[in-house]
């Protein structure tokens, strides 16, 4: 099991830690994340590259470079935290890593595969096997109730109705909702939609979790227990988790941040250089760090 404590090591230091044999069953798996890996998650195991990418617009005759040749590696069951200012272009690094829009220049690689240069209806399939997607506004769909909403990503991706409705309540089990499978979302509050947000982009197993600004919307205590939820999640399962925030206490659960400024990487900090300055999430908040998710009623 991985330690909590644990911060992510270079991956030159770590690149002892598992063998070769177990490196390369590791390279097949197309979605790591399955919770047989989580003792080999945390090493150099490259799960996303990003490779010298540009988005440009045009905007009334002006080009405007939100992502300016940004070039960043995202490792297997790290918690990457992306900060920056308002209109630094997080949300569009996003877009890219999602396959969401494409870039004006350079490759978003998942594992070995061009991800960025695959037809579409290829890059939908891989977003719904290998990577969950969480909004800073939930983006649940309103007629749906919560199981419904976690069961939507197992039924695209071709699951069984029966084992997707049942796999959706152990997940909202999970996330501390198993007593609001049949509500809509209007009937639940910020902090429990983003929890139904959480149990959906869980739904496929995936092993890349995109999270833009997920405790934005959310009141302090409310996004603390956010925070606690991915956090378990991603050391629990191996779950990569790449977040964009303005969110100190983010960083305290971060294996690494990196801010971004003007379309450009400004700097890329350890959570070893981070702690001096913000401690860890239990230094600051104790109600967070003896709730467990299910627990959790501050909403
Ligand atoms: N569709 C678009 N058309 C034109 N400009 C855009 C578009 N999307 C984003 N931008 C611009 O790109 C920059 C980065 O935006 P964004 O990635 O949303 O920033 P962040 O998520 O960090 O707030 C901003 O200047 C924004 O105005
Ligand atoms: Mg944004």
């Not at 470079?65 to 040749?69: C, D, E």
């Given at each position: 099991m991985v330690d909590h404590d644990d911060t992510i090591s270079s991956p030159a230091s770590s690149s002892n830690l598992v063998d070769d044999s177990v490196d390369e069953q590791r390279t097949n798996d197309p979605c790591l994340g399955r919770a047989e890996l989580v003792e080999y998650a945390r090493d150099k195991s490259v799960v996303v590259s990003i490779g010298d990418v540009s988005r440009t617009y045009r905007v009334g005759g002006e080009v405007l470079?939100?992502?300016?040749?940004v070039s960043l590696d995202v490792y297997a069951g790290e918690y990457l935290s992306i900060m920056g200012p308002s209109g630094s272009g997080k949300s569009t690094l996003f877009n890219m890593i999602g396959g969401i829009d494409t870039p004006t220049q350079g490759d978003v690689m998942i594992r070995d595969v061009a991800f960025s240069k695959l037809p579409r209806r290829l890059q939908a399939r891989l977003r719904n096997r290998c990577i969950g997607y969480i909004f800073q506004t939930y983006n649940l769909v309103p007629v749906m109730t919560a199981s419904q909403n976690v069961m939507l990503p197992m039924l695209l991706g071709g699951a069984d109705k029966k084992q997707a409705a049942q796999r959706a309540a152990a997940l909202l089990a999970e996330v501390g909702l198993d007593h609001r499978l049949h509500h809509r979302p209007d009937e639940l509050s910020g902090g429990q939609q983003q929890r139904v947000a959480i149990a959906r982009s869980l739904a496929n197993d995936p092993s890349i979790i995109l999270a833009d600004e997920p405790t934005g919307n959310l009141d302090t205590k409310t996004g603390e227990q956010i925070i606690k939820t991915l956090s378990d999640m991603s050391r629990q399962r191996g779950v990569t988790i790449i977040s964009a925030t303005h969110d100190h206490k983010m960083l305290s659960v971060s294996d690494r941040v990196v801010t971004i400024r003007d379309g450009r990487i400004d700097n890329i900090e350890l959570r070893d250089q981070l702690h001096i300055e913000i401690g860890s999430i239990e230094d600051h908040v104790p109600a967070v760090a003896e709730s467990g998710i299910g627990e959790v009623n501050h909403e």
């Open positions: 470079h939100a992502l300016n040749h």
